[in-house]
């Protein structure tokens, strides 16, 4: 059977980056990133990113790959994506994939619809509308109107999707969501999926106690020194931890409002990861409540389906 990539995924704070470490030492393979935060240079703490001591145990890949300020799609994962799994495989390891932006993955393992590119004379004159009074609100209005299956999904701060989505339209005349969106019965990459699961009330006491320890790590002073570098505009300070993080530096919020939304926001998120996984074929479920019992159920399951090398 020819080699193939295994992906850990599952709602964030199930432990996943843990396994998928323990898993790479013991099946000699090489851990791939497909979190799109964990992309940025210098976004470690509200990115939950493993660590460089962790990082030094097996090799890791796509972290700290682009600084905030530059433009990185899922396109852009896709092609980099691509071209690391192969050079893992033709080094005679096993990919592992591990990460919480799924549409990243389904990028990866999927592929993309054939898109107008990036045109950057559309998004100067984007942003300059973006940059006036309530210009946002006039960017999301105007995209409801011309796309609303869009304009429903995409939230007026979201800059970066509005953008694209109002780029698209405007460069091939069809609103973004009539193209077709990489699907899992398409898989153009063969791979094994193992999804930890985690009873409901106990995955939000680990999720709450890990935002606490995100903001006791230094989360708010993290993010003080990414400002003084980057725009408060740029993409990942949109994320969860890093948007209230850099309200509190701009002295909109207290600490106290900034962690409880941040709990709220990654209990919400969580939510989504589980109805996107559901909604995924071909899943091995585990029981993440004990670690040990979930490494070595994984172990089975790679050993099961991985070929000889």
């Not at 992309?39 to 682009?66: C, E, M, N, W």
């Not at 979201?158 to 398409?186: K, Q």
Request: net charge positive.
């Amino acid at each position: 059977m020819k080699r193939q990539l295994v992906v850990i995924a599952g709602p964030t704070g199930t432990g996943k980056s843990d396994l998928a470490q323990r898993l790479a030492q013991s099946v000699d393979g090489e851990i791939v990133n497909y979190d799109s935060v964990q992309i940025y240079r210098g976004f470690d703490i509200g990115s939950a990113k493993p660590s460089a001591s962790v990082r030094a145990t097996v090799p890791h890949h796509l972290f700290d790959i682009v600084d905030a300020g530059e433009e990185f799609t899922a396109a852009d994962y896709q092609q980099v994506a691509r071209r690391t799994c192969e050079a893992i495989l033709e080094r005679r390891k096993l990919p592992i994939l591990v990460g919480g932006t799924f549409f990243y993955l389904r990028a990866l393992l999927s592929g993309l619809p054939e898109m107008p590119p990036r045109d950057e004379e559309i998004r100067r004159r984007i942003r300059r509308i973006a940059a006036s009074a309530r210009g946002r609100q006039r960017l999301h209005k105007w995209l409801s109107k011309i796309d609303p299956q869009s304009g429903r999904k995409i939230a007026p701060a979201d800059r970066h999707r509005v953008e694209r989505a109002l780029e698209v339209w405007l460069t091939s005349g069809r609103p973004i969501s009539s193209w077709d969106r990489p699907a899992a019965e398409n898989e153009e990459l063969p791979a094994m999926k193992i999804a930890l699961a985690l009873e409901r009330p106990r995955l939000v006491e680990r999720l709450d106690r890990r935002v606490a320890e995100m903001y006791a790590a230094g989360l708010v002073e993290e993010t003080r020194l990414l400002l003084g570098r980057y725009p408060r505009s740029a993409r990942p300070f949109q994320s969860i931890g890093y948007k209230e993080a850099a309200a509190v530096v701009a002295a909109e919020i207290d600490l106290a409002a900034a962690i409880e939304e941040t709990k709220r926001r990654t209990r919400a998120y969580a939510k989504r990861q589980m109805t996107w996984l559901k909604s995924e074929q071909n899943v091995q479920w585990l029981d993440a409540a004990d670690h040990e019992t979930t490494f070595e159920a994984a172990v089975r399951l790679v050993g099961e389906e991985s070929p000889e090398s």
